[in-house]
């Protein structure tokens, strides 16, 4: 099942799966996941498959919010005569004893939400380097973070303090799979793949240190907002630091980071 994208929970028990659209940019369907006994939950409807869909169809899925083990979404719906992007929205809310459509916006998740696709607001004097060439735009109040593509299948991650303004800092270079960095706006952390596997960058130290367990080609996905939990996916078992052969199954592991960068797969994350 192909993958759109994949958030923890603050507190790393449950995970959001986004699932791709086959027909817009963006991903259509929202699944529920819970680490202790590894039950699925379907989140939003199943998209519909037919040329013409009906109004209430889920086109899009906008933003989530968590609170405690129930996971909240915004879709916007195919509507009358659109084209899905800009639809009327529906509100949807889920536990793994299942998921309803809302009457209203859930006003208890407010000051929760968070976009699927990110954004970002930047002045032009903030951010120097050719527009074209970005892969990946990320930042907080204090940080810029970007990759960009230099051709030949590389592709570089930079760095720019924003309060006070500083120079621009390259974090590292690589392959395609640098694009799959993650950005921990709290901490002002990176989660990045590097060639001795993943790698964790303190933007503001500069210290970059290596998570345990992890290998050349395995990919990170999400991290829990206290940094206790990682989601990755490889083609090694889970824990396993060797460089895996690329015609192995990919599969995707869950850890508790139980040092600043050891990571203890548990026996329920595959």
Not at 44 to 53: L, Q
Not at 107 to 117: I, K, P, Q
Not at 164 to 185: H, I, M, R, S, T
Not at 257 to 265: K, L, N, V, Y
């Amino acid at each position: 099942m192909p993958i759109a994208g994949m958030r923890l929970s603050p507190d790393g028990s449950h995970v959001a799966i986004l699932l791709p659209s086959q027909e817009l940019d963006g991903s259509d369907q929202l699944w529920l996941y819970r680490v202790a006994d590894r039950k699925l939950t379907v989140v939003t409807p199943r998209p519909d498959m037919g040329a013409r869909h009906p109004a209430d169809a889920v086109a899009l899925i906008t933003s989530f919010a968590w609170r405690g083990g129930t996971l909240f979404a915004i879709a916007s719906l195919w509507g009358n005569g659109r084209d899905g992007e800009g639809g009327p929205t529906a509100y949807y809310a889920a536990t793994v004893a299942g998921s309803r459509r809302l009457p209203d916006r859930p006003a208890e998740v407010e000051d929760r939400w968070e976009s699927v696709t990110g954004g970002l607001v930047y002045r032009e004097d903030e951010f120097y380097d050719d527009l074209d060439a970005v892969e990946s735009l990320r930042g907080n109040e204090r940080w810029l973070v970007w990759t960009a593509d230099r051709g030949h299948g590389t592709l570089d991650i930079h760095i720019r303090a924003r309060k006070p303004l500083g120079p621009p800092y390259l974090v590292a270079w690589g392959e395609w799979q640098l694009a799959q960095f993650l950005f921990d706006d709290v901490r002002s952390r990176l989660i990045y793949p590097a060639d001795t596997g993943i790698t964790q960058f303190d933007m503001a130290t500069r210290a970059e240190r290596r998570i345990a367990g992890t290998a050349r080609g395995d990919r990170p996905y999400a991290v829990s907002a206290d940094l206790g939990t990682i989601l990755w996916a490889t083609r090694n078992a889970c824990g396993d630091e060797h460089v895996a052969g690329q015609d192995a199954p990919e599969r995707f592991c869950l850890a508790a980071m139980t040092g600043a960068t050891a990571a203890t797969p548990w026996p329920s994350g595959r």
